[in-house]
């Protein structure tokens, strides 16, 4: 039985015994029924009347729950598919039911960027990537390794990989080959500053990142980088691949698109190319970077 004032009739006596005989354990009703009730208490309005805009503002609503870290996104995930079975049931029965055609599932274009965001789950809330920035300040090659990781959404095995002249700086920014990549990712302007201000410190070794001998550098290097740098801002001590969803993340919290995502996912001077008047074919890594507002300053 639904517990909220605002089910009516058809709601609560026809529709919803006949949508939850469906389920074998009776666990998964009351899952549903604590979301849906939640849904129309905030909305203040019976599901039957729900419009596009009020499953909009609530995407955007639990969206920056997530982004704050008071939603898990998987829970939130886990409401809209609940929400968006009931309006597929009720729109599959609509003559059944008598339901005007007004009614829609809304809820159905929001799940495949919920689907994506869940695969990113495990990333860091936004305090915790800059207080990990902040610990991380006085080592540039460890600063610049965080940032290539949290903002380009490069791995651990790409990024020591890495050496100086894989940059290339073109008429609408700057993009980096990556080893086992069929295009070349963008670097967004904050991370093109940090990349600048390493490189031009460096010590002339073949890779960009490397140890004490001058040697390129293994992923365990950026593991315990992460557990140094997580202990000393006093954060839990999250993984390097974390560090990297927060990218993805991060760009699904602004609407970008799961293709956008797939392709940033998937400096002017020192050891950098250099061509004029030549535009690179492919905007779209570009444009998605730019839904990304958060922003990683230089190290003091």
Not at 49 to 72: A, C, F, H
Not at 134 to 143: I, R
Request: hydrophobic share 35%.
């Amino acid at each position: 039985m639904l517990k909220t004032a605002y089910a009516s009739i058809k709601l609560t006596q026809e529709i919803w015994p006949d949508f939850t005989k469906r389920f074998r354990n009776p666990s998964s009703a009351e899952s549903y029924e604590s979301d849906l009730s939640e849904f129309m208490n905030l909305y203040q309005i019976d599901f039957l009347e729900i419009r596009s805009e009020m499953v909009k503002d609530y995407y955007e609503n639990i969206q920056r729950k997530v982004k704050q870290g008071n939603l898990q996104a998987g829970t939130a995930a886990k409401k809209f598919r609940e929400l968006h079975s009931l309006a597929d049931y009720i729109c599959k029965n609509r003559i059944e039911y008598q339901i005007p055609g007004t009614f829609q599932d809304f809820f159905y274009p929001y799940l495949r960027t919920l689907d994506k965001m869940e695969k990113f789950a495990k990333s860091i809330p936004i305090e915790h990537i800059d207080q990990l920035f902040v610990a991380a300040q006085n080592d540039k090659m460890a600063y610049c390794i965080l940032a290539l990781l949290q903002r380009v959404g490069l791995t651990s095995t790409e990024i020591v990989e890495l050496k100086p002249e894989n940059f290339a700086a073109y008429d609408n920014g700057v993009y980096v080959t990556v080893k086992g990549r069929k295009e070349a990712c963008f670097i967004p302007e904050d991370v093109f500053v940090i990349v600048e201000c390493y490189m031009s410190e460096r010590k002339q070794h073949e890779y960009l990142f490397y140890n004490q001998r001058g040697n390129k550098l293994n992923i365990m290097y950026i593991s315990r980088l992460m557990k140094k740098y997580t202990a000393a801002a006093n954060i839990p001590s999250y993984s390097a691949e974390a560090l990297r969803n927060s990218c993805a993340f991060t760009m699904f919290s602004y609407d970008a698109t799961p293709e956008q995502v797939a392709k940033q996912m998937g400096i002017t001077e020192i050891h950098v190319k250099r061509y004029k008047n030549i535009s690179y074919r492919e905007n779209l890594k570009r444009t998605a970077n730019q839904l990304v507002k958060v922003r990683v300053e230089p190290p003091k």
